[in-house]
Nanobody, 123 residues
Framework: QVQLVESGGGLVQAGGSLRLSCSASTHTFRNYAMGWFRRAPGKEREFVAA????????GYADSVKGRFTISRDNAKNTVYLQMNSLKPEDTAVYFC????????????????WGQGTQVTVSA
């Protein structure tokens, strides 16, 4: 069982930045691909970014490409999402998730989920 805890959400003005963190309680963090997803009010959960177990394969949703950066620190069992040039449409609850080794853009492919952290971007 892997427990994931997100942090770093908050309220920011459009154009601002936030860095989300997700800490994992497992001794085998390095074996997991990590993903970030988000759910905006009234919408379904959608893929944001993912990073493979080695960090060598990374994927982004088109809506965040060039603005968001995913990274991981296996020594700290933590994955990060650096969010720059934030827009009001980025407002959502952000979730991190884990699955074995390889990235996937489908949320149903992830086995473990955090509780989420709220990100609100004001115009």
């Amino acid at each position: 069982q892997v427990q994931l805890v997100e942090s770093g959400g908050g309220l920011v003005q459009a154009g601002g930045s936030l860095r989300l963190s997700c800490s994992a309680s497992t001794h085998t963090f390095r074996n997991y691909a990590m993903g970030w997803f988000r759910r905006a009010p009234g919408k379904e959960r959608e893929f944001v970014a993912a990073i493979s177990w080695t960090g060598g394969n990374i994927g982004y949703a088109d809506s965040v490409k060039g603005r968001f950066t995913i990274s991981r620190d296996n020594a700290k069992n933590t994955v990060y999402l650096q969010m720059n040039s934030l827009k009001p449409e980025d407002t959502a609850v952000y979730f991190c998730a884990a699955r074995d080794f390889y990235i996937d853009r489908q949320d149903k492919k992830y086995n473990y989920w955090g509780q989420g952290t709220q990100v609100t971007v004001s115009a």
